[in-house]
């Protein structure tokens, strides 16, 4: 299993509402395709930020390098394309480094 850390800088800081994680995380499994390989997701709302959890399958090594971190951020990016309460909260995501 890898676990890749993430996180989205609001727009407006400031306190968040007690689901506010839970809406994120629905937003990102609607949007999870079945090669994300994605099994499990937590989410923390501080005030600046939701900082994320994302939790995928490790690739077999003869598949070549890990893309976990890409992965990640490619299903934060389509969540936040097609998601307006995504896009009205936060910043788009900035592109993965490793």
Not at 16 to 27: I, Y
Not at 44 to 57: A, I, K, N, P, V
Request: aromatic share 4%.
């Amino acid at each position: 299993m890898d676990v890749v850390y993430a996180s989205l800088t609001r727009r407006e800081p400031g306190r968040a509402s007690p689901e506010e994680a839970g809406e994120v995380v629905e937003v990102l499994w609607a949007h999870a395709r079945p090669a994300d390989a994605l099994q499990h997701i937590t989410a923390r709302s501080e005030s600046d930020r939701l900082d994320l959890l994302l939790y995928l399958l490790t690739r077999h090594p003869a598949d070549g390098p890990s893309t976990s971190v890409a992965t990640a951020h490619a299903l934060i990016a389509r969540g936040h394309r097609n998601s307006p309460l995504l896009a009205r909260r936060y910043h788009a995501p900035t592109p993965a480094s490793c």
